[in-house]
């Protein structure tokens, strides 16, 4: 994980610069190749940029520049204008946008560490339809009130409670495809959504 101190600005100016020539050579790839050949491509040339420590920084205002710049890649794979929208071509080519990459290392990182969270059931005994939710932390900061631990606890409570409990591998499954179904644009889409196309597991 990179220092919190790191200027994002900096770093973002940096992989600006690759993702920008990285591009590019999509654009030429795609006069001689399927779109399967450059949705692999993808995944070495752009997946990267955008994945390396975001946990740190896919909250900050940088995260606009690297998703229009992830935008222009997918136009680039779908054979999309300039301006031409990219949702359903996010959808096909099953690449979640980047919002819903940070939203699921988000609720990775929740799920994997959840010994170090508390749970709101473990502070009292009553039955509330919120007792398997996590504790958000409180804080004075308004920087740590919308830091990443603040944005992981957030998205993990929106989770229906079926999924939070499924094991690992299966929760990957199950937020993996669903953030990739819904293509979201924004944080506030996810937050707001019902939640109603989860494909849900069975009740036992």
Known sequence: MLQPNLCWDSHMESVAKKMNTNIFLLRNLANSVSPNVLRTAYFGLIH????????????????????????????????????DPCNDAFRSLEIMTFPCLFIYQCLLYIKTNEHDFVRQR???????????????????????QSGTRYWCVKFYNKLPVIIRERPLNAFKNYVRDFLIKKAFYTFEEFL???????????MH
């Open 122 to 144: 473990n502070l009292h005994s009553h039955n509330t339809r919120h007792q398997n939710d996590i504790r958000p932390e409180f804080t004075r900061l308004a920087k740590n």
């Open 48 to 83: 990267p940029h955008l994945t390396y420590a975001v946990l740190a920084w896919g909250h900050s205002a940088i995260r606009e520049r690297a998703f229009g710049l992830q935008r222009k890649a997918i136009r680039v794979i779908h054979g999309l204008g300039y301006r």
């Open 192 to 202: 707001d959504d019902s939640m109603a196309d989860f494909n849900l597991p069975p």
